[in-house]
């Protein structure tokens, strides 16, 4: 079965910088588009970033320069590495691996548990 988990969340202040990891099994992770979105509590799922099985990125406006997204074909793992962090970037961060080398169905997508990263002023 497909299996997709996340490390690397926790506790920050203002300023600094997390890496988040997505160890898949049961897929390829090299032939899917993968991406990184977040959930705040009350607040809607969003896209953070996005990567293609070809490596083109896409970033939310809100943190395009701050957060890079990664894939490591030979250990099958997406990263998210998150630099000068702000509170509203508070939420529960999920790893999604669509079916599509390009796109990402949310509907249809493999997620992961999913990981809390918390940031103070």
């Known amino acids: 079965q497909v299996q997709l988990v996340e490390s690397g969340g926790g506790l920050v202040q203002a300023g600094g910088s997390l890496r988040l990891s997505c160890v898949a099994s049961g897929i390829i992770l090299s032939q899917n588009a993968m991406g990184w979105y977040r959930q705040a509590p009350g607040e809607q799922r969003e896209l953070v970033a996005r990567?293609?099985?070809?490596?083109?990125?896409h970033y939310a406006d809100s943190v395009k320069g701050r957060f890079t997204i990664s894939r490591d074909n030979a250990k099958n793992t997406a990263y998210l590495q998150m630099n000068s962090l702000k509170p509203e970037d508070t939420a529960v961060y999920y790893c999604a691996a669509g079916r599509s080398s390009v796109y990402i169905n949310t509907l249809t997508a493999y997620w992961g548990q999913g990981t809390q990263v918390t940031v103070s002023s």
């Open positions: 990567i293609t099985s070809l490596g083109t990125t």
